[in-house]
């Protein structure tokens, strides 16, 4: 096959032709579409997100039954909720979920009852610190109900009677996720992976769906070297879930990335895959590398699901990539992470940060020069006039860096590197030097 017209078709349509307020814009509109649903570990919340994506991208969606056996995991009973409130003595709603589904307790079970103000306090969760925020909670695997809040609100409240009210239910169902495969030439795969469990948190969690989504919409059109995994499921169960049912497809991932908070305005942050040297840790590094603000960290087993994507039985190739990491920005968690916090701006920087990856990946091989004694007499071919132009400089380079280092040992990402030319010039001239018979790329 042709991998010049796989990756530069690649290339136009992931990165070239857009202008970055125009991406921006749409991922924001994804990320909006999304942001209104009370999402969680399970339940129909999830179910909508992934019908709502749907309009984007052919997601295929699988239902895994509550009660099934992933590894140490069972997947939990499935919990959907229809209202929450609390009134007041006379019977005013001072926190209803209709407004924001953060009040709840994700997770709660149902409830009705009539509590002292004391009483109540046991079952509120609130943020002292920012007293104007509610913050988001969650109870997957110990039952119980509660509430969050505003503490200033709360602080206000009088002592009397409070009624509580949660109509949700925990029952017999399933866990829900999404997954688009794209075929590209090769069965090797790269995975793409985002969360989908969180409820209104437009950073840690619409973004990196919706940047996802927005890729994902330009994939499907597009014919490419690696096939392209694209996966939708909830944090950590999810994860686990997918990998439990896919040990099969497993072995095919050769690079991956997991992608949440992609919208603030800090970072851009790459975390290394457990690897270290994975090839998507040494193609991040260097896109990233004297961008302002960019930071490059070691692999933790911290984070998202790249603890469990690279947990040591399958330790795949996949690093995390956000713009502020996770829990370090004060609106983490919070009502304050809201549709206002992210920009199209930042949404549009990350997505071409992770285009330029993608195409970095398609296009690297290890170029072999096919006449390695002395230098090819390049005038004689024609190719000193064909490179001519403002770069031409640079395009000479590029040429005489390819030839030296293409002993089948060196990537294309090497060879930029060491040169310290875009990887584009370098993968240009390969393509240019075997078109001439002087290089076989392999
Ligand atoms: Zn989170």
Request: charged share 20%; aromatic share 8%; net charge neutral.
């Amino acid at each position: 096959m042709n991998r010049q017209n796989h990756f530069q078709v690649a290339g136009a349509s992931l990165a070239g032709d857009l202008d970055s307020i125009a991406i921006g814009d749409e991922i924001h509109g994804i990320a909006a579409e999304i942001y209104p649903i009370c999402r969680s570990i399970t339940g129909n919340g999830v179910r909508r997100t992934l019908q709502a994506l749907k309009r984007h991208l052919p997601l295929v969606v699988h239902e895994i039954p509550s009660g099934t056996q992933v590894f140490d995991w069972v997947v939990p009973p499935e919990w959907n909720i229809r209202e929450a409130y609390i009134a007041n003595s006379a019977g005013e709603r001072i926190v209803d979920f209709r407004h924001n589904n953060l009040h709840v307790l994700s997770y709660s079970v149902p409830v009705h009852a009539r509590l002292s103000l004391e009483q109540l306090k046991k079952h509120i969760h609130t943020l002292p610190e920012q007293p104007a925020l509610i913050p988001y909670r969650t109870s997957y695997y110990a039952e119980q109900w509660g509430f969050c809040m505003a503490h200033e609100q709360l602080a206000k409240l009088p002592d009397g009677l409070y009624e509580v009210h949660i109509d949700s239910s925990l029952e017999e169902g399933s866990l829900t996720y999404g997954e688009y495969l794209h075929r590209g030439a090769l069965r090797e795969e790269v995975l793409l992976s985002a969360h989908i469990c969180h409820p209104s948190l437009a950073n840690d969690n619409c973004s990196g769906v919706a940047l996802l989504a927005a890729l994902a919409r330009r994939i499907v059109r597009m014919r490419t070297r690696y096939s392209y995994r694209f996966l939708f499921a909830p944090g950590t169960i999810g994860a686990i879930t997918w990998l439990a049912r896919s040990e099969h497809a497993v072995r095919r991932i050769h690079h991956g990335l997991v992608l949440s908070c992609l919208g603030d305005a800090g970072g851009p942050t790459y975390k290394r895959s457990r690897r270290g040297d994975a090839a998507i840790d040494r193609t991040m590094a260097y896109l990233l590398k004297g961008v302002g603000g960019a930071k490059v960290i070691d692999f933790t087993p911290l984070g998202y699901d790249e603890r469990q994507f690279c947990s040591p039985g399958f330790n795949l190739p996949m690093g995390s990539f956000q713009r502020s990491q996770h829990g370090s920005f004060p609106e983490y968690h919070t009502s304050a992470d809201d549709l206002d916090f992210i920009r199209p701006e930042h949404l549009a920087d990350s997505y071409r940060v992770i285009a330029a990856a993608l195409q970095i990946l398609e296009q690297d091989c290890k170029p072999r020069n096919l006449m390695p004694k002395c230098e090819p007499q390049l005038g004689r071919r024609g190719l000193y006039a064909m490179i001519g132009g403002k770069d031409s400089a640079a395009k000479t380079k590029a040429l005489l860096w390819v030839l030296n280092m293409a002993d089948g040992t060196h990537c294309m990402l090497d060879i930029a590197e060491r040169s310290d030319l875009p990887f584009a010039l370098i993968a240009e001239a390969a393509r240019l030097l075997e078109a001439h018979g002087l290089v076989k790329r392999c």
